[in-house]
T-cell receptor
Framework: GDSVTQMEGPVTLSEEAFLTINCTYT??????LFWYVQYPGEGLQLLLK?????DKGSNKGFEATYRKETTSFHLEKGSVQVSDSAVYFC??????????FGSGTKLNVKP | EAGVAQSPRYKIIEKRQSVAFWCNPI?????LYWYQQILGQGPKLLIQ????????DSQLPKDRFSAERLKGVDSTLKIQPAKLEDSAVYLC????????????FGPGTRLTVL
């Protein structure tokens, strides 16, 4: 069935370190891929998305590339800030309709 | 533009009691979702509406959960009777028409069942 697997956390980094959060998916249809972020005490927000293979989504210094050959959508940022501390969710959408979310990865950035 | 509204924000009940959650989506959004997010997990879709019709309720525990979306706008999700394992955050999200439109989430209702 359709599903998303992302790396377990928490991930703890120092400020200005490089971030990678791995995400792989299984999909029967033609998925779109998303990263959502949940800051402490807030609701889920869309961070970035990619709708077809080889697309790169980017926002706020974060990037992720839709890799069909490896069924992956890894999230990266070159230099994290304390304000990036949050829980990050990878998600896929099948045929413009149903969403599946990963279990979330908590990121802690230390000054 | 106003976001997705949910109420109440917090609810504590005892097992076997009933509870209802309310969601008001973004104006004009035809698609409405209810998710259950258990602590430490990602959101799990419970039910999806397109206007006032149900598109997907395959993961809704229909023996105790029910949801409706009258007039294709507001929606309520009810649990009757509640179990301890229903303790979670219940998220409502809405999405506009068009294939690539994103979904917008409300702040959620945190339910604690004692």
């Amino acid at each position: 069935g359709d599903s998303v697997t992302q790396m377990e956390g928490p991930v703890t980094l120092s400020e200005e370190a490089f971030l990678t959060i791995n995400c792989t998916y299984t999909a029967t249809g033609y998925p779109s891929l998303f990263w959502y972020v949940q800051y402490p005490g807030e609701g889920l927000q869309l961070l970035l998305k990619a709708t077809k293979a080889d697309d790169k989504g980017s926002n706020k210094g974060f990037e992720a590339t839709y890799r069909k050959e490896t069924t992956s959508f890894h999230l990266e940022k070159g230099s994290v800030q304390v304000s990036d501390s949050a829980v990050y969710f990878c998600a896929l959408r099948i045929n413009f309709n149903k969403f599946y979310f990963g279990s979330g990865t908590k990121l802690n950035v230390k000054p | 533009e106003a976001g997705v509204a949910q109420s109440p924000r917090y609810k504590i009940i005892e097992k076997r009691q009933s509870v209802a959650f309310w969601c008001n989506p973004i104006s004009g959004h035809a698609t409405l979702y209810w998710y259950q997010q258990i602590l430490g997990q990602g959101p799990k879709l419970l039910i999806q509406f397109q206007n006032n019709g149900v598109v997907d309720d395959s993961q809704l525990p229909k023996d105790r959960f029910s949801a409706e979306r009258l007039k294709g706008v507001d929606s309520t999700l009810k649990i009757q009777p509640a179990k301890l394992e229903d303790s979670a955050v219940y998220l409502c999200a809405s999405r506009g028409t068009g294939g690539y439109n994103e979904q917008f989430f409300g702040p959620g209702t945190r339910l604690t069942v004692l």
